[in-house]
């Protein structure tokens, strides 16, 4: 199950463990990332972890929806995949000013005080 840090956070960093991997997607155990939902477009951000060898390693999260059956959050890759059990550091990528989290107010990102 992927615990909701979105409801009532403002922060942009968050850290997680991948619980489940399926190719360009990976689900974690925590994200700060909304995924699409009710009309409402998904957040993007970068998670960042430290592969096998030692180098550090980084992907784009350019999608995420909703498992609600099993109540996972799965995120859309591009670039590397971190294998189950890997800790990772995300960051939400703020959308441009104007954008919306909750569809009712036009010029605010919900609950983030903040799209600048």
């Not at 960093?13 to 939902?37: I, K, M, R, S």
């Not at 590397?80 to 569809?103: C, E, Q």
């Amino acid at each position: 199950m992927t615990r909701a840090l979105y409801h009532g956070s403002h922060d942009l960093l968050f850290t997680a463990h991948v619980t489940h991997a399926a190719g360009q997607e990976v689900a974690l155990d925590a994200t700060a990332l909304y995924p699409e939902a009710g009309g409402q477009a998904a957040d993007t951000g970068t998670l960042r972890w430290t592969g096998a060898d030692g180098a550090p390693r980084a992907a784009t999260v350019t999608h995420s929806r909703q498992e609600k059956a099993a109540g996972l959050i799965w995120h859309a890759l591009t670039g590397d995949v971190p294998p189950v059990g890997t800790p990772v550091k995300g960051r939400w990528t703020p959308r441009a000013a104007g954008g919306t989290r909750s569809g009712t107010a036009p010029n605010t990102c919900w609950p983030r005080p903040s799209c600048a």
